[in-house]
Structures are given as structure tokens and as C-alpha cells.
Nanobody, 114 residues
Framework: QVQLAESGGDLVQAGGSLRLSCTAS????????MDWYRQAPGKQREFVAR???????DYADSVKGRFTISRDNTKNTVYLQMNSLKPEDTAVYYC????????WGRGTQVTVSS
């Protein structure tokens, strides 16, 4: 079955960096787009970044220039490099894939202290 496992979340000071990873299984990873979303306390889940099978990328305006999404098809893994972190980046970060429906991982907590 489809499984998505995020890792790399941590507590970091404002201005710091983190790299999140999401390892996937249960589908042909190399031919699908992968997304990162996040959900802050009391807020709706929001789109963060997408990478297509052809390595085209798209970002939410709030993270453009600070976050970079990438993928390694040999490892079935998608990454989110987050630089210049701000307290408003604090959230649970989820990776997702749209197949017959949207599939989600369990998320990884990112906390940015001011």
C-alpha cells in the first residue's frame, strides 16, 4: 500500500535551516509529482511546494526564495530544504501524493523560535 514517511522536523531558532525528507513506497515514485503541505495550530493545511516528475517546481509565495524542494528517484525520497526560517513557519509538515486520491504522511513537527 501507499506509504509516506516524513522526517527531519526539529526545534530551530529563527534564521536557521532544516531539511525535511519524505520516503515513499507502494507506487512508482519517479512518475508522479510530490507535494509538501503544512498545518499550523488553529489553521488550515496549506500548500508549500511541489515537484513534478520532470523536476519542475512550484512554491507558495510565503516560502519562495527560502525553501527548495528536490527529489531523489533512486531513493524514492523527496526533500524540502528550508532556510531563513521564521516563527511563522512553525507547523506540522506533510508530504503528499495524488494517485487515485490524495495520500498523506503522518507529518513532522517544525518549530521555529524567535
Amino acid at each position: 500500500q501507499v506509504q509516506l514517511a516524513e522526517s527531519g522536523g526539529d526545534l530551530v531558532q529563527a534564521g536557521g535551516s532544516l531539511r525535511l525528507s519524505c520516503t515513499a513506497s507502494g507506487f512508482i515514485f519517479s512518475i508522479v509529482a510530490m507535494d509538501w503541505y503544512r498545518q499550523a495550530p488553529g489553521k488550515q493545511r496549506e500548500f508549500v511546494a511541489r515537484i513534478t516528475s520532470g523536476d519542475n517546481t512550484d512554491y507558495a509565495d510565503s516560502v519562495k526564495g527560502r525553501f527548495t524542494i528536490s527529489r531523489d528517484n533512486t531513493k524514492n525520497t523527496v526533500y524540502l530544504q528550508m532556510n531563513s526560517l521564521k516563527p511563522e513557519d512553525t507547523a506540522v509538515y506533510y508530504c503528499s501524493v495524488r494517485l487515485s486520491r490524495m495520500f498523506w504522511g503522518r507529518g513532522t513537527q517544525v518549530t521555529v523560535s524567535s
